[in-house]
Nanobody
Framework: QVQLVESGGGLVQSGGSLRLSCAASGSIVSTYTMAWYRQGPGKQRELVAE???????TYADSVKGRFAISRDNAKKTAYLQMNSLKPEDTAVYYCGGKVYVSPYGPPVDAWGQGTQVTVSS
């Protein structure tokens, strides 16, 4: 019923760029806070970037100045622009956040399946 679908992952050389997209689908009225997470090999999942409904953004120190999160509320889509990519950025990137499934109730958690980003040296 509620689904987030990521796209845009792939293989890129160090210093390159990728833009990830996260589209909300299903019985979703609108999106609330949206975020991107990642989990590298042998590492715990970490918050990469977050954006509120009012477009207030938060970034992990490791990606500040290189990544930018944005959103299109009309399209119910969040984006992650990744520049100056490093091998350390290699991970599965997940879209997550809260979405409204009813105009009368609170938002609920939603997650995507993840998309692989691999940065080569």
């Amino acid at each position: 019923q509620v689904q987030l679908v990521e796209s845009g992952g792939g293989l890129v050389q160090s210093g390159g760029s990728l833009r990830l997209s996260c589209a909300a689908s299903g019985s979703i009225v609108s999106t609330y806070t949206m975020a991107w997470y990642r989990q590298g090999p042998g590492k715990q999942r970490e918050l990469v970037a977050e954006i509120t409904l009012g477009d207030v953004t938060t970034y992990a120190d490791s990606v500040k100045g290189r990544f930018a999160i944005s959103r299109d509320n009309a399209k119910k889509t969040a984006y992650l622009q990744m520049n100056s990519l490093k091998p350390e950025d290699t991970a599965v990137y997940y879209c997550g956040g809260k979405v409204y499934v009813s105009p009368y109730g609170p938002p609920v958690d939603a997650w995507g399946q993840g998309t692989q980003v691999t940065v080569s040296s």
